[in-house]
């Protein structure tokens, strides 16, 4: 872990459809939303109320890209654990904008919520898994060739 970043595992559900792209030559990109209510005990009137929902857009590369598109869809709930990661630009009128990313390192049903089955994926040949050392990656969706950022 670098000093300075913010890991977390955040518990919710799918709260958009899974986008999925590949870019940088082949390199799978998977976007969705994702949505946790919390809920707090209320003493006065003895239930459970909810309290705002946080909506985080959540952006998985390679591998983990490619499974949860093949996995995952609207509505179902999930842990993902990853760390937060802000995206700038400018808009169309050159104002300043930015986006918070949760960058997944992992994400998987949440299991207090109903049962999966897993199926382990054939590993890719090692030599599509990374591209050449020489070759910059975009460090996010938004840095990708021809993609625009989208208001969240």
């Not at 998985?60 to 937060?84: D, I, K, Y």
């Amino acid at each position: 872990m670098s000093i300075g970043e913010t890991y977390l595992a955040v518990q919710g559900w799918i709260g958009s459809d899974i986008r999925f792209k590949e870019v940088s030559e082949g390199l799978p990109v998977a976007t969705f939303r994702l949505a946790t209510t919390p809920r707090q005990f209320d003493r006065s009137t003895g239930g459970w109320t909810d309290r705002p929902t946080n909506w985080f857009t959540v952006e998985c590369w390679r591998a983990l890209a490619t499974n949860v598109n093949q996995s995952m869809e609207r509505g179902h709930p999930v842990v993902v654990t990853g760390r937060f990661r802000t995206t700038e630009w400018q808009d169309e009128e050159g104002a300043p904008r930015s986006r918070l990313i949760l960058e997944a390192y992992g994400i998987g049903h949440d299991l207090s919520k109903g049962t999966a089955t897993f199926t382990k994926t054939q590993p890719r040949p090692q030599s599509q898994e990374l591209p050449p050392p020489d070759q910059d990656l975009p460090t996010s969706l938004t840095d990708a060739p021809s993609q625009q950022p989208q208001a969240a």
